[in-house]
Each structure stands twice: as structure tokens, then as C-alpha cells.
């Protein structure tokens, strides 16, 4: 089964941003612009990694992070936050949190792909390339 990545992002410049950037990996993209579509998402399209920024309407990320871990349908879902918040204290956060990752804005899409391919392993595989 090849892999899905699911993208929460309000701004629609920095979701299209994070689509482009993951389209190479030749995965299965969708995307939310709030907490609560993305909460929903996860869900019904069980993806194998999601990419989750913090500042979201509706439902903020991290309560998304926390809906998602305390389900048992999603709690293996590998999380990425993907945050302009660089500080410290906001990683140690993540992590304290159940995120398997942390990426800030502005991110290097190389880097993105390779905190992907780092969280795979779960059942979805990459599709090779080239």
C-alpha cells in the first residue's frame, strides 16, 4: 500500500508550500485548513504520516495531538509539527506531547521529505522514484 500524508495548515500559501514539497516522495497527498477537518481527516483516511502546524481555527494542534493519541484508531499515526514557534521550549512541548517530529518554518524541503521518510516504516512504503 503506498503511503498517505496528511497536511493541517491554515494558510493556503504554506499548504500548497508543504504539497509541492512532499509530492516528489510520489505519496498520496490531502490537506485541512483547520484543526477540527484535520481531526476528521485523520480519521477516515488513517495517513501514514500527518504534518500538523500548532497555530489552527477551530481546534488548535495541539489539541488535535492530543485527540489523536488518546484514540486508539489514530495513536500510531506518526505526527510531524511543522511550526514557525522555533523556540526550545516549544520542541521540548512537542515532544512531551507524543510528536514523532519538529519541523520550523521556514523549513528546507529536503529536510521536510527526509523527517518523512524517517517516520515511514509503519506499514506504508515510499514509492521508488527514478
Given at each position: 500500500m503506498d503511503a498517505t500524508?496528511?497536511?493541517?495548515?491554515?494558510?493556503?500559501?504554506v499548504r500548497r508550500l508543504i504539497e509541492?514539497?512532499?509530492r516528489p516522495l510520489g505519496v498520496k497527498v490531502?490537506?485541512?485548513?483547520?484543526?477540527?477537518r484535520g481531526l476528521a481527516m485523520a480519521r477516515s483516511e488513517a495517513p501514514d504520516v500527518i504534518l500538523l502546524d500548532?497555530?489552527?481555527p477551530g481546534i488548535d494542534g495541539w489539541e488535535v495531538l492530543r485527540e489523536l493519541r488518546a484514540d486508539p484508531?489514530?495513536?500510531?499515526?506518526s505526527v510531524i509539527i511543522v511550526t514557525a514557534h522555533a523556540q526550545p521550549e516549544v520542541a521540548a512541548a512537542a515532544e512531551r506531547r507524543g510528536a514523532d517530529g519538529?519541523?520550523?518554518?521556514?523549513?528546507?524541503?529536503?529536510?521536510?521529505?527526509?523527517?518523512?521518510?524517517?517516520?515511514?516504516?509503519?506499514?506504508?512504503?515510499i514509492p521508488r522514484t527514478g
Open positions: 500524508v496528511l497536511i493541517v495548515e491554515d494558510s493556503p500559501s509541492v514539497s512532499v490531502i490537506a485541512a485548513e483547520d484543526g477540527i500548532i497555530g489552527l484508531e489514530t495513536a500510531d499515526i519538529f519541523i520550523t518554518k521556514p523549513f528546507k524541503p529536503g529536510h521536510l521529505r527526509e523527517e518523512i521518510v524517517a517516520q515511514m516504516g509503519r506499514g506504508a512504503q
